[in-house]
């Protein structure tokens, strides 16, 4: 069976050091299961927000 998803992800940088702020999480997921991703997202302490894109990624998600 396929992976749900696979996991990219930018860490902000603030004057040059790592920000412990905000991490913006680029989802691609299996092929019909981004419904199923986002919801498992939704459930994970420090998720802010979760919004479905299109191509490549499918999901973005904000983490604090």
Avoid: H, W
């Avoid at 905000?22 to 691609?28: D, G, M, Q, R, T």
């Amino acid at each position: 069976q396929k992976a749900l998803c696979q996991v990219y992800y930018i860490m902000l940088l603030q004057g040059g050091e790592l920000s412990t702020a905000n991490a913006f999480v680029l989802i691609e997921t299996a092929v019909g299961r981004a419904k199923e991703a986002a919801t498992t997202l939704e459930q994970l302490e420090g998720v802010k927000s979760i919004d479905a894109v299109t191509d490549p990624y499918d999901i973005i998600a904000i983490i604090k």
